[in-house]
């Protein structure tokens, strides 16, 4: 095995409809522990989505919270952890979770009910066509999951629907990161998926440079720490640059 280079024609048994649906529900939901542990969304709230639905909530005669979009939002921790955060700070958020699985909506909907936070089983472009509009569009562990052509519509529908920023969050492929996961999971893993596909997910996942080279002009690949990177686009400016690392 070697982490040269994305292992895109590896797939992660979470994607199979026909995966185990018990071993799933357990991976979804053992994804909150996860996320908490490794995705740094903490960190991304206070410098990247905070100050965005601040301002969105304190706009002058909106007369709605700002609205955040979870694109592929599984289980749906990550959605509630930044409305939950959002609450406490005193700034009004609508969350929106979406995923075109079934099953994750299942899971999702399944967790303890949170004021302002719904689910929908749909996909990006659905949101899109229907003419909808978010302050702040994300997701969590989608990108290395994406065919090339799948990954250009979803930063196309992110652009269309995000008004504020749009920010989405995956792992950045290293030999330390696959070694420290392949650890570090053991304690949550017996009878999910956990270890297994993030270990896949790994080894699909992009470096720095090459999520920089798969994104389009107004987008910027970010890192987060060691084990994270962020595609972010925010409002275009006039002669804007390229994709780049920051």
């Known amino acids: ?17 026909n995966c185990d649906p018990e071993r799933l529900r357990r ?18 709230y206070r410098t990247h989505l905070r100050p965005v639905l601040a301002a969105a909530s304190a706009g002058a005669g909106r007369g709605r919270p700002a609205r955040v979009l979870d694109v592929g939002c599984g289980g749906g921790d990550v ?26 909506i299942a899971v999702a909907a ?16 659905d949101l899109v066509a229907a003419g909808e509009r978010f302050d702040v569009v994300l997701s969590n562990h989608l990108l290395h ?13 992110s652009e269309a629907l ?24 053991v304690p949550v893993s017996p009878g999910t998926l956990l270890r297994v596909d993030g270990l896949r997910s790994i080894r699909r996942s992009y470096t720095p440079m090459e999520l920089a080279a798969a994104l389009p002009p107004g987008w ?18 006039p002669g804007g640059a390229g994709a780049r690392v920051r």
């Not at 008004?163 to 999971?185: C, E, N, P, W």
């Not at 910027?220 to 400016?237: D, H, Y």
């Open 162 to 185: 995000a008004t504020g920023l749009a920010v989405h969050s995956d792992i950045a492929r290293s030999r330390l990161a696959y070694a420290a996961f392949a650890i570090g999971a």
């Open 79 to 104: 959605l509630r952890r930044i409305v939950a955060s959002a609450a406490r700070d005193g700034i009004a958020v609508q969350g929106v979770g979406i995923d075109p699985d079934p099953r994750a």
């Open 145 to 157: 999951h994406l065919a090339a052509d799948e990954l250009s519509g979803l930063l196309a529908d």
């Open 110 to 125: 399944g967790a303890p009910r949170m004021p302002g936070v719904a689910y929908r089983q749909c996909f990006s472009s």
């Open 1 to 17: 095995m070697s982490l040269a280079r994305r292992d895109e024609r590896l797939t992660e048994i979470m994607d199979d409809p």
């Open 27 to 44: 991976t979804l939901q053992g994804f909150g522990l996860v996320n908490r542990a490794v995705a740094s969304w903490g960190r991304v």
């Open 220 to 237: 910027n690949a970010e890192r987060v720490g060691l084990f994270r990177l962020l595609a972010v686009q925010r409002p275009r400016t």
